[in-house]
Structures are given as structure tokens and as C-alpha cells.
């Protein structure tokens, strides 16, 4: 598909969510590294492409819209808006080298606090109106009943906020919840060095960039979370059974609310899901029908806390969501300047639409 046709695509779909109401607005390619690195810190570097600049420092090609968005809009922006945009995202793909890593995105973002279900659901039906002639799979998942789980977990606040920083690494956030759970045991170099009573006694040479204070506060910390009591069994079978709700989301909103009885911290979260599918059946989007997953998301940027959503070719399975998008709620408080604003948003890839009228 030639990049004219994919623009002249992105230019069609940004007006007709301009017509919706949206203010078309533009990003810079070039995106200062700092934000993101203090959001998500280096791990950025795997997903981004960073260089230097003699005069604004780090910077890095644009990986993403959401971002400097939410930064123009919490700086001047009135309440409520809505926005769009299209243009160039560039991302490195090393876990999948056939993937392109500079593509086109056009997106549609809400900035609305009187009713965060309702816009979760506006977004989602703009989404699904313009993408109903190609017969995509739509998934839909909140990440904000999972965090809300975690965060009423009976442990030491040190291990809940481990949990969440890996909310998005769910290998990294099974291995933390096996070892606080004692289900795994802690490595034998790790318990001789926190049984010793001077661990740095002995160690050799100081190399890498760590001092000894900073080990030694380290090990401390290590210690602390050693002496912790183990999370219950009880209480991990209830995570797992929550991440393995996977059914449409009527039936999915009755798992959630059962097993909320015996986990009472998500609660809230799962009344909120249902008060969404309310506001999706008002816009003709059928809640019996659409799939919800509770695991679905956990891959995506991790500013998502809420409602997540993707669109998928049920005949390219080889291809990333052809459109996705979700809550950033959080994000808005991060970059806010002492404001916040409830806000959802999703994009799509104007490319694969093209190529998929091409197959057709």
C-alpha cells in the first residue's frame, strides 16, 4: 500500500472525527526523552527511539501521541474537550522485527469529567462505527479492577507497589506474586547475602554505578520485605481467578461481581464496569455479545488504569490491533500541574485498514 493512499486514509478518518466534534491538534516528531523516562523509566528505551539534541538534551522520536496531548491539554486546554490528530509514530519492534516500526496513527481523545463511563463508552462506539465494514474482533478489559486488587492485597505497601509497577510485565508481576506468596522459594545467594551480617564484608572491587550506601540501603530493604509474612493463598487464588475471567461482558460483569464478595476491594472498580456496559448499550453496543477479557492490556502502554480496548483481523493474527486505546486517568494527574481531568482515548492504523481493503 503506497504512503499516499495511507495518508489520503488518515486525512479521511481525522475529518470524520473532526465532524464528531473533535479540535484537530499536531504533536512534534521530536518529543523531549525526560517525560517519558520519569512516566515509565528505562525500560522506554526498548520500545523508543532516543538521540541527542546540542540544545533541547535527550529527545526522542515521537512513540506515541497520548502523551504530549495530555501535556498541551492539561497546560491550557478547556474542559471538556475532545481532540484529533494524525500523523507519523516511529517504534522499535525487537520482540517483532517484521512488524513496521514508523507508521501512521490517527486518534480520537476525550477529556470529560461529568461521566467517565459514558465517554469510555463514546470512544469506544467511535471506534466501532468506523471500523464495521472490516469484521473485527473487538476486546474489551479494565485494568482498574486488577489495580484495585492489588491494592487491597494484606501486605506490606512496599510489596503493593512492586505489584503495580509490574502490572504491565505480567511474567515480572507472576514471579513477584509467587515469591511474596511463597510459592517460589528466594534464591540461595540471595538468603546467604541477607543472612550475613555483613554482606559488603569481603565483596571485592566497587564497579557499576551504585554506591555502597545505596547497596546497603538495598539490602535493607531486601531484608524488610523477607521478614514480611507470605500473601495468602487464599487471597492469590482469587487474583488468578479474577485475570482468568475471559467470557462477554454481561457474563464477565456476574464473575466479577461474585468473586468481589470475597474480595471486597474491587468492588467499587466492578460496579463501575457495570455502569460502562450500561452506557454501551445505550450507544447500541451490545454488552452480551462483546468479549471482555480481564487479562486483556496488561501489554499495552502503561498509562492505561481503566477501561482498555482493541480491535483485531480475525484473519491476520500475525498482525498487532489494527485499533486500541483506553483510560489514562493517572496520566492526567502525573502531567497535570496540579490539575486532573478523567480522560480516554483510543487510536488506529489507518496502513492496515488500506491493507485489508486490498485483500478484500
Request: with cysteine; proline share 6%.
Amino acid at each position: 500500500m503506497s504512503l499516499r493512499q495511507i495518508k489520503a486514509r488518515a486525512a479521511s478518518l481525522m475529518a470524520g472525527f473532526e465532524a464528531m466534534g473533535a479540535v484537530p491538534v499536531d504533536c512534534a516528531i521530536l518529543q523531549p526523552a525526560t517525560t517519558l523516562l520519569d512516566l515509565y523509566g528505562e525500560d522506554i528505551r526498548t520500545r523508543a527511539y532516543v538521540t541527542h539534541d546540542p540544545v533541547k538534551g535527550e529527545v526522542m522520536l515521537r512513540p506515541d501521541f497520548t502523551v504530549p496531548v495530555v501535556e498541551m491539554h492539561m497546560a491550557d486546554g478547556a474542559e471538556p474537550a475532545r481532540y484529533t490528530y494524525a500523523g507519523e509514530i516511529f517504534r522499535r519492534q525487537e520482540a517483532h522485527p517484521e512488524r513496521a516500526s514508523e507508521y501512521f496513527q490517527v486518534g480520537y481523545e476525550v477529556f470529560d469529567r461529568a461521566d467517565p463511563e459514558a465517554a469510555d463508552a463514546e470512544v469506544f462506539a467511535r471506534f466501532a462505527e468506523v471500523l464495521k465494514p472490516y469484521g473485527l474482533r473487538a476486546v474489551t478489559g479494565d485494568i482498574g479492577i486488577l489495580t484495585a486488587a492489588v491494592q487491597g492485597l494484606q501486605t506490606s505497601e512496599a510489596r503493593r507497589a512492586a505489584l503495580m509497577r509490574h502490572i504491565w510485565r505480567p511474567r515480572r508481576f507472576r514471579a513477584l506474586l509467587d515469591r511474596y506468596s511463597g510459592k517460589t522459594e528466594t534464591p540461595a545467594t540471595r538468603k546467604a547475602l541477607l543472612a550475613s551480617e555483613e554482606p559488603l564484608r569481603n565483596a571485592g572491587p566497587m564497579i557499576g554505578l551504585r554506591s555502597e550506601r545505596e547497596i546497603a540501603a538495598r539490602i535493607a530493604v531486601l531484608r524488610a520485605e523477607a521478614a514480611e509474612p507470605h500473601i495468602s493463598r487464599d487471597e492469590v487464588a482469587l487474583i488468578d481467578g479474577l485475570l482468568k475471567v475471559a467470557e462477554s461482558c454481561t457474563f464477565a460483569l456476574e464473575h466479577l461481581r461474585d468473586i468481589a464478595v470475597d474480595m471486597p476491594a474491587i468492588a467499587q472498580a466492578v460496579e463501575r464496569f457495570g455502569r460502562r456496559c450500561d452506557a454501551l448499550a445505550a450507544r447500541d453496543i451490545d454488552p452480551t455479545t462483546l468479549a471482555f477479557e480481564a487479562s486483556y492490556g496488561r501489554s499495552s502502554m502503561e498509562y492505561y488504569d481503566g477501561f482498555v480496548f482493541g480491535f483485531f483481523a480475525p484473519t491476520r493474527p500475525d498482525w498487532p490491533a489494527v485499533s486500541s486505546g483506553g483510560r489514562y486517568d493517572a496520566l492526567t494527574r502525573q502531567l497535570g500541574r496540579g490539575r486532573e481531568i478523567p480522560a480516554v482515548g483510543g487510536v488506529l492504523r489507518p496502513g492496515l485498514l488500506c491493507d485489508l481493503e486490498a485483500a478484500q
